[in-house]
């Protein structure tokens, strides 16, 4: 159990790291283009339906590679 909750840990930590290095490079994560946002006078609905697909194909393939072995 401690092993696991470690590689989450470290998992979280380098996300972070991409998410801050990548807005510094221009690009962010959960800005993607098709994105839905709908903003209002009394607020605002926002779906990251491009950035969860990105996201769902990349955990598929870490998946499948730990799968292979």
Aim: charged share 15%; proline share 4%; with cysteine.
């Amino acid at each position: 159990m401690g092993r696991y909750l470690i590689g989450i840990g470290v998992l979280l930590v380098v996300a972070g790291l991409v998410v801050m290095v990548g807005e510094r490079l221009g690009f962010r994560p959960g800005h993607l283009p098709g994105d839905i946002r709908i903003e209002g006078k009394r607020g605002g609905f926002y779906f990251p339906i491009v950035t969860c697909l990105l996201i769902s194909a990349l955990l598929s393939l870490i998946s499948w590679l730990f799968r292979s072995r």
